[in-house]
């Protein structure tokens, strides 16, 4: 039973009438790739795959993946942006074109139409629909350029009839002080924010002698997004901003979209334009519920560049059992990327991993900054440079924290505590170098 206001009849479908709906919308989709584009049809034909015989989710298991890897080596083929998986790039005077380059694999390239920015514009309204976001009132907007979700920005503004605010240097930490301008003047009633900026905008206020539960008196719904966050990071940023609600979004910029209910306990799939799955990275199978794996997923509208089996480098675990808020879509926890996964002792770690001990050990320390060192990875321990907790209970805390990550982990830990992180463009790296860190 749905136990949540729903943005339209697609979230009124149970589990199984959405997997049904899917089945179709997939099958239709890749059946206009297969037709139309060349990447697909030339990767469909070597996998044997015929769209037609597409009949229910399992048969996704017969599809190739690809990654970025795969298009770089398209574009070096082809010696052009265009990969043969952008359709209706002809369309005249309605195509946008942007680079992703922030990544540290190479630079691909993105085509948006018209039509695409319609869809996408719609589901982006049903995700902060989802988040809490209601017509009416201001709303404060992340301007990340370099991402999808730039293009569809001002049709969520115009969707719910708000007054947008768009920031410049939104993801740069030394324009915080504009935020709180912008929080202060326009008194917003959403907010969506890059997460390590939150506590950018918080310093920036308290240097003014603004408390954060002033800066953001009025806030209803403070959406996060840029980093998995804890439980504990959630109940850090209620607590010291006072809003009540604190979500979540993911997203990619060649697809993936998804964001928690109010009862977060994983981000709902967005599920009119996007499906996803967690799949074994050996086996390219799905993992059971809860188990970590490689996120893979497929868009859903045909129009631009098209994403079909992509492979986006992140790590998440999904959940398929039934949430207490009736949404019909399974729930998917980004936990980090591949590239920053780091062994140490006999184990497999993200950066998560390590705040979430942080805080299930120490619970003072809940959203506590702190990276990961590599020379401490590199001598086979955990070093971390943890800002420094305030009060008198401070040394105890660490050295409680150091040997119960210790007995948690098996290895050595170190905690050194400082002063500041190195921001840095998107934030604080999760593990960096001490040379990086300047100590
Ligand atoms: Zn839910």
């Known amino acids: 039973m749905l136990n949540t206001e729903p943005f339209d009849d697609i979230d009124r479908l149970s589990p199984a009438e ?14 206009v790739a297969a037709r139309e584009l060349p990447f697909y049809r030339e990767r469909f034909a070597a996998a044997g795959f015929d769209p037609a015989s597409f009949r229910a989710l399992d048969d996704l ?59 996408q514009g719609m589901s982006s309204s049903r995700a902060h629909w989802w988040a809490g976001l209601r017509p009416g009132g201001t709303l404060v907007m992340s301007a990340p350029a370099w991402h999808s979700y730039a293009a569809i920005q001002p049709f ?25 301008d912008a929080l202060v003047h326009f008194r917003p009633r959403f907010v969506t924010m890059f997460l390590p900026m939150v506590f950018s905008i918080l310093d920036a206020a308290r240097r003014r002698g603004i408390a954060g539960n002033e800066l953001f008196a009025g806030v209803g719904s403070l959406v996060v997004t840029g980093a998995a966050i804890t439980p504990g990071m959630r109940a850090h940023l209620k607590a010291l901003t006072g809003v009540e609600r604190v979500a979540e979004i993911a997203g990619t910029s060649e697809n993936l979209l998804a964001v928690d209910c109010a009862y977060a306990e994983g981000l709902h799939v967005v599920s009119d334009t996007c499906h996803a799955q967690v799949i074994d990275r050996k086996t390219g199978l799905p993992v059971a519920d809860g188990e970590r794996g490689s996120v893979v997923h497929c868009a859903l509208i045909p129009y631009g560049s098209l994403y079909l089996r992509y492979d986006s ?90 040997s119960a990550l210790s007995r948690r982990f098996d290895v050595p830990v170190e905690i050194t505590p400082v002063k500041d ?19």
């Open 61 to 119: 298991n017969r599809m190739p993946i690809f990654a970025k890897a795969d298009l770089l080596a398209a574009q070096r083929k082809t010696q052009s942006q265009r990969l043969g998986i952008e359709r209706g790039a002809d369309e005249p005077g309605s195509r946008t074109t942007f680079s992703l380059s922030s990544g540290t694999a190479g630079t691909t390239f993105i085509t948006h139409t018209a039509r695409w920015r319609r869809a």
């Open 156 to 180: 969520i503004a115009m969707r719910f009839g708000m007054r947008c605010v768009v920031v410049s240097g939104t993801y740069l930490p030394r324009f915080a002080d504009r935020v709180v």
């Open 313 to 402: 480098g992140d790590v998440g675990v999904i959940n398929h059992t039934p949430c207490a808020c009736g949404l019909p879509s399974p729930r998917i926890k980004l936990l980090g990327r591949w590239e920053d996964c780091f062994s140490i002792g006999a184990r497999a770690l993200l950066p998560y991993d390590v705040q979430l001990a942080l805080e299930e050990e120490v619970p003072e320390l809940k959203g506590a900054a702190c990276v990961i060192t590599r020379e401490g990875l590199a001598e086979g321990k955990l070093r971390l440079l943890l800002i420094e907790p305030h009060g008198a209970s401070a040394v105890s805390l660490l050295d409680h924290a150091r």
């Open 18 to 31: 959405l997997e049904r709906w899917w089945v179709r919308r997939l099958r239709a989709v890749f059946t």
């Open 421 to 439: 992180l190195p921001l840095r463009f998107k934030g604080v790296p999760p593990i960096l170098s001490e040379r990086e860190a300047e100590l």
